[in-house]
Nanobody, 120 residues
Framework: QVPLVESGGGSVQAGGSLTLSCTTT?????MAWFRQAPGKEREGVAS???????SYADSVKGRFSASRDYPKYTLHLQMDNLKPEDTAMYYC?????????????????WGQGTQVSVSS
């Protein structure tokens, strides 16, 4: 596993924007964002394969955009038009063998999480 440090969470009104960042220490094959709200199961948000494209969950397509800053070993998540249902703890994950938003199973490393709260 590799260390993952998230930042950028906060509180915003519906329709607002936030940018999350996840920084690690090397060029990992896959970096991804997952989220979990109280009483709900963890769900994938976006995944970024090294040198490849980003995949998004249907619930965030068109609103969220993930991008990698390779020299800084960082994955950003630009979240626009936020909705109350986006409220959750957001976790960064990394994997050396898979890259999917369908499941967090198989991811090798997890960050401590950063809270995103969206009010109506």
């Amino acid at each position: 596993q590799v260390p993952l440090v998230e930042s950028g969470g906060g509180s915003v009104q519906a329709g607002g924007s936030l940018t999350l960042s996840c920084t690690t220490t090397s060029s990992v094959y896959c970096m991804a964002w997952f989220r979990q709200a109280p009483g709900k199961e963890r769900e994938g948000v976006a995944s970024s394969v090294l040198g490849g494209r980003v995949s998004y969950a249907d619930s965030v397509k068109g609103r969220f955009s993930a991008s990698r800053d390779y020299p800084k070993y960082t994955l950003h998540l630009q979240m626009d038009n936020l909705k109350p249902e986006d409220t959750a703890m957001y976790y960064c994950a990394a994997s050396i063998s898979r890259c999917t938003v369908q499941s967090g199973d198989g991811y090798d490393s997890w960050g401590q999480g950063t809270q995103v709260s969206v009010s109506s």
